[in-house]
């Protein structure tokens, strides 16, 4: 099962990587910015998620996996990119948080294709400055 699981994660990090991504870099999607971990350069992730208040909430598909999580790591001062618009904020991983439970107030399509994606979820909410 195990084995399954990261040749799963292995083929959608490359499909996101190689496809997603870059597409997602050109479309008015939802991007979260981190500073890579190793290069300190931005690195840039479509991503899906809601605005709660003054919180972005999100769940990674791949968990403690995800380029993006160990980036949120090393350095949780992340900026979102909501509407067309970029907010600062701080990033917050949450591994006591229900990702099920959560990802039925974010949006259903978004949500639907973590579910079906996923490999180990993870909640992560942005405080946004």
Do not use: C
Request: aromatic share 6%; no cysteine.
């Amino acid at each position: 099962m195990a084995q399954l699981r990261d040749v799963k994660r292995q083929v959608v990090h490359r499909f996101q990587r190689l496809i997603a991504n870059p597409l997602g870099r050109q479309l008015p999607l939802t991007m979260l910015e981190t500073i890579g971990r190793k290069t300190g350069q931005p690195r840039r992730t479509a991503v899906g998620g809601k605005v709660i208040g003054n919180q972005f909430w999100m769940v990674s598909e791949h968990g403690e996996h995800s380029d993006y999580v160990y980036n949120i790591k090393a350095n949780p001062a992340v900026r979102v990119r909501i509407g067309g618009q970029w907010r600062t904020g701080t990033a917050y991983l949450l591994p006591d948080d229900d990702p099920r439970q959560r990802l039925r107030d974010l949006p259903r399509v978004n949500s639907a294709a973590v579910r079906a994606i996923g490999s180990d979820l993870l909640t992560i909410r942005v405080d946004l400055d």
